[in-house]
């Protein structure tokens, strides 16, 4: 089988002059890059060859390194510290330890008002100010409380309503579900963004009760990558444009998915390495992606590894966007991927896309604790375990391999981990993206 031809990505000019500057900038002046220096095959070779070259930013390195070893150009983030220009703020990655961000709120605000370009409806909604209602985790956003309520107005910053302040969507109650529906009616935001599966909850008490709920002009989708399970609970209740919008603290927002359903890479805000995995894991369209920023006053971000793998589009996007690279999905992230019995890459999409094509399930949590063995724990609030089980094995050991042994496991609700996000799929066993990626031995 030949894999289809590869979409050579178009870069403008203007585009090469952001990531040469980006680069040279990093190099020159930022202390944590003062190694990397001897990678550089200098100012005469292609700008994309001279990222090529350079090596891989891990989460790791940014924790080997003081916040102020990224700052380029002699900047005095103490200073700035002080004048309350910048913050401190810890990420609380679900896979990882704790990275130290300094966060500019206007390069994050640039960053994102860059990214409503890439689909119509955020384009022409003339965003900004708007009223903005959000659905995630109160533990990485907004105001938690796992005791008593919080009022709405305790809720509210700036344009912002954060509808939930109980981390963990299994104490939801159906007031608790109400009040939220009834909240969105009261503060009718221009834009609900949310966690998939936080929303996929609410939006499943929505069907189960026949509830009207107030269409937002979109729903953007963020914080964690959709399962095809949560896309079809929140579209059965949201008729407005369903958006996935990615990024990360550390890049700001690097990718959005356009009206033709495509992603599309933020070229105004950073550049995007691919490397793609060996061919029997997907490759060469399935890869990992390694991202530098070209605007942030204080964060050289070069070839920092995300953590991910996506899919490029094999074709043209038919919205007409053709600069940088083009998405047809992300795949999930690296640490939420398993293998099959022959010891092929299952990505977190494969194993979701097996997964929802079973039908009648709300919720699931697939772990792998060997080789040889799939644990599904799911919610189904339609269907008995006696129906959905045997179509559950065969449509996983499709994936894994007929001599996997699939166990499944009927709950009442899932909650997410550490009370911030949901984690789909893992593997109980290491799995070293190095040794996949196209090349490896
Ligand atoms: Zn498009």
Known sequence: MSSPPLLAPTYTAEYRTAAKTALETALSSAPAYSTWRHHD????????????????????????????????????????????????????????????????????????????????????????????????????????????????????????????????????????????????????????????????????????????????????????????????????????????????????????????????????????????????????????????????PWRALVRFDMGDLVRLAAAPCPCGRHEGLTLDAIEGRVANATLSRAGRLVTQSEADSAIARVDGLAAYELVQPGPATVSVRYVSDRREPAAIEPELRLSLQGCYGASVTIIPEHVQALSPVLGVKYRLARAEFKIDIHDFLAGSP
């Open 41 to 296: 095959p200098g100012a005469s070779a292609d700008i994309f060859e001279r990222y090529r070259a350079m090596p891989v930013l891990a989460k790791a390195n940014l924790r080997e390194h003081q916040p102020a070893d990224f700052v380029p150009e002699g900047r005095d983030l103490a200073a700035a510290l002080a004048r309350d220009e910048v913050e401190l703020v810890q990420t609380s990655g679900s896979t990882s330890d704790a990275v130290t961000n300094v966060w500019c709120q206007e390069w994050w605000d640039a960053s994102e008002a860059s990214s409503w370009k890439l689909h119509a409806a955020t384009a022409s909604a003339r965003l900004g100010d708007h009223r903005e209602a959000i659905l995630s985790s109160p533990r990485c956003v907004g105001f938690a409380s796992d005791v008593g309520a919080l009022n709405m107005e305790q809720r509210t910053l700036w344009h912002y309503l954060f509808l939930t302040e109980k981390a963990d969507p299994a104490e939801w109650s159906e007031p608790f579900c109400d009040r939220m529906i009834e909240e969105l009616g009261r503060f009718e935001p221009a834009v609900l963004e949310a966690n998939p599966s936080y929303l996929s909850v609410l939006c499943r008490h929505a069907i189960k009760h026949d509830r009207q709920v107030y269409q937002p002009a979109v729903v953007t989708l963020t914080y964690e990558n959709p399962s095809l399970i949560h896309l079809r609970h929140i579209r059965s209740i949201f008729h407005c444009p369903v958006i996935s919008s990615y990024g990360a603290t550390e890049s700001g927002y690097v990718f959005m998915q356009c009206e033709a359903g495509r992603l599309h890479q933020n070229v105004e805000q950073c550049h995007v390495d691919f490397q793609p995995l060996a061919p029997r894991h997907g490759g060469p369209m399935i890869g990992r992606i390694l991202v530098s920023t070209f605007a942030n």
